[in-house]
Nanobody, 124 residues
Framework: QVQLVESGGGLVQAGGSLRLSCAAS??????MAWFRQAPGKERDFVAA????????SYADSVKGRFTISRDNAKNTVDLQMDSLKPEDTAVYYC???????????????????WGQGTQVTVSS
């Protein structure tokens, strides 16, 4: 059974920073990503990274503010979030993709495993 466990969420003021971490119970994934879901909205893509080549992809709304990284030795993927805005408030989910998918990095349907989510709240 594959497990993804997120940590690092919390409450921060606008302009502040948070670092999220996702620990995977196994090493072999094609890619891992962060998505977020605000109340009443769909789960939206935030950032993704390929497990082998370090290829990254970001949503336009977070480019230049968020950085995704991986530590293969620890089986973790982190999301450094800087210059946070109130509109970044959401539950953030870690997802793992076991192979290339027609939905690419940014489609939630392309991910096979999900963590339980961690709340990020940015106050104005």
């Amino acid at each position: 059974q594959v497990q993804l466990v997120e940590s690092g969420g919390g409450l921060v003021q606008a302009g502040g920073s948070l670092r999220l971490s996702c620990a995977a119970s196994r090493r072999t994934f094609y890619a891992m990503a962060w998505f977020r879901q605000a109340p009443g909205k769909e789960r939206d893509f935030v950032a993704a990274i390929s497990w082998s080549g370090g290829r990254t992809s970001y949503a336009d709304s977070v480019k230049g503010r968020f950085t995704i990284s991986r530590d293969n030795a620890k089986n973790t993927v982190d999301l450094q979030m800087d210059s946070l805005k109130p509109e970044d408030t959401a539950v953030y989910y870690c997802g793992a993709q076991t192979g290339p998918h027609q939905f690419g990095f940014s489609g939630a349907r392309g991910y096979d495993y999900w963590g339980q989510g961690t709340q990020v709240t940015v106050s104005s």
